[in-house]
């Protein structure tokens, strides 16, 4: 079993900043893509941004400039600096992993519980 521990949720005001940690645990090889994704109530779940094992980064163009993500592949772990913060960015913030338990293993796909982020005018 592999789980995932996200932290770093909150409320901040427009204009700041807050940094989400996803950790994970359990039986992993290895971890290949490492994302972060958002969601509000009634609407579908959102890539933010995504950041592939060799440290290749996408972001929706929505917080290209003002989000940052970044991992540790020793110690399995992703984070997303959020700067800048807007009003539009509050949401349930996910961390997904997409990794492998062996090294003749398929991928699999795994959620964290997902972390409040509410930027309040």
């Known amino acids: 079993q592999v789980q995932l521990v996200e932290s770093g949720g909150g409320l901040v005001q427009v204009g700041g900043s807050l940094r989400l940690s996803c950790a994970a645990s359990?039986?992993?090889?290895?971890?290949?893509?490492m994302a972060w994704y958002r969601q509000a109530p009634g609407k579908q779940r959102e890539l933010v941004a995504l950041?592939?094992?060799?440290?290749?980064?996408n972001y929706a163009d929505s917080v290209k400039g003002r989000f940052t993500i970044s991992r540790d592949n020793a110690k399995n772990t992703v984070s997303l600096q959020m700067n800048s913060l807007k009003p539009e960015d509050t949401d349930v913030y996910y961390c997904?992993?997409?990794?492998?338990?062996?090294?003749w293993g398929s991928g699999n796909s795994v959620w964290g519980q997902g972390t409040q982020v509410t930027v309040s005018s």
């Open positions: 359990g039986s992993i090889y290895r971890i290949n893509n």
């Open positions: 997904n992993i997409n990794y492998q338990s062996s090294i």
């Open positions: 950041i592939s094992i060799s440290g290749t980064t």
